[in-house]
Structure formats: C-alpha cells, structure tokens
C-alpha cells in the first residue's frame, strides 16, 4: 500500500534569526530552541489553507521544542493521533551542535500531555562526536520501517530542514538554501 507523507518544517524558531546574528553559535549555544512569534503564525497559517489537512490519519513529529509547538498549532491536540519518534529529530544530533538536543522526557510529557512519547528514551542518546550522513540515513531508514508497519496512509512528519531534505531530495542545504517553514512536501513511499 503506498503511503503518503506530508514533510513539514518547523515554524520559524530562536536559532534560525540568531543564525544570522552570531552565526554557528546560535547551534552551539542554545540548546533546544523554542518557535518565535512568526514561527507560531506560519504554523496557524498551514492549519488554515492546507487543502489535504483532514487527510491526515497520523502526525509523527520530532520531540524536539520547535518541532513539538508547530504541531501542536498545525493539528487538533485532540483527535489526530500524535507520535514523537527520536529517529526524527534534527541533522545532526550528538556534537555540540545543542539546538538539536531535545529536552528530557518527563518536561515533554507535561507539557504536551497529547503526544504519545512512549517511543522515545527517557533522555535523548547524545554522543560527543556530529552524526554522519550514513548514520543520518539509518534513522531515516528506521522512519520507513516504522511507517510501513503503519495501517495509516496519510501520514503528516513534523520534523527539520536537512533531515526531511536528506530524506526526500538526498540533499542536505546550507543556511541560505533550507526548505520552507511550514509548507508540506509530498513524498510517497
């Protein structure tokens, strides 16, 4: 059965402007960054122009902050059925690059008591060394298994710019070149 996937970037968040400002800093010195008042609205936005919304059957979204409020305005918390998977979180998890480091499980489970985090580890496993892009493609790989085991066939991915670009195009950009906030690209598999 062929599945759709609907592959959503994060609304804008703290780390994207600061990015700008002081640079690879804005990666090393934050950790777990939050959405920003535009990344909210860009969310808002899609809930209410996207056409194939009430399609989804099942949103499955990285457990980081930013990825985690943009859901929570895209979907109904009640209802759409809500799944974080560590496999999704931001290119490149481990390193110091800590706008990627998800908080720990007991703060995401009180704050969005909606998702199911039953599938993730009570801390996020963070090495000392960046991922590799054959390690990035293990998770991905470990994302298609999962979705295939699925009886869903519109599936909606709240996840990040170089994990749903190296998914997808087999292509991760630089600052300048990034997928679009809040804007579903279709990828079937």
């Known amino acids: 059965m062929e599945k759709h996937l609907y592959c959503i ?24 960054t939050p959405l920003l008042d535009e990344g909210y609205l860009q969310a808002q936005k899609l809930r209410n122009t996207w056409e194939d919304i009430n399609k989804i059957e099942l949103v499955l979204v990285s457990p980081c902050l930013r990825t985690l409020q943009t859901c929570s305005n895209i979907f109904d918390k009640v209802g759409t059925n809500t799944i974080a998977l560590d496999c999704l979180i931001e290119y490149p998890m481990g390193g110091d690059e800590i706008c990627n480091k998800r908080k720990d499980k007991e703060m995401l489970l009180s704050n ?3 998702i199911d985090f039953s599938n993730i580890k009570n801390k996020v496993d963070w090495s ?10 293990k998770r991905i790989e ?3 298994e999962y979705i295939k085991i699925r009886p869903e066939k519109h599936i909606a991915i709240v996840s990040h710019s170089s994990y749903i670009g190296q998914m997808i195009f087999k292509k991760i950009e630089d600052e300048e070149n ?12």
Do not use: I
């Not at 990034?178 to 598999?189: D, N, T």
């Open 178 to 189: 990034e997928l679009k906030h809040c804007h579903p690209y279709l990828y079937k598999l």
């Open 142 to 144: 470990q994302l298609k």
């Open 9 to 32: 970037r994060h609304g804008l968040a703290l780390h994207n402007v600061l990015f700008w400002h002081m640079g690879s800093k804005a990666y090393t010195e934050h950790r777990d």
């Open 128 to 137: 000392e060394k960046n991922e590799t892009v054959k390690e990035l493609e």
């Open 112 to 114: 969005f008591p909606w």
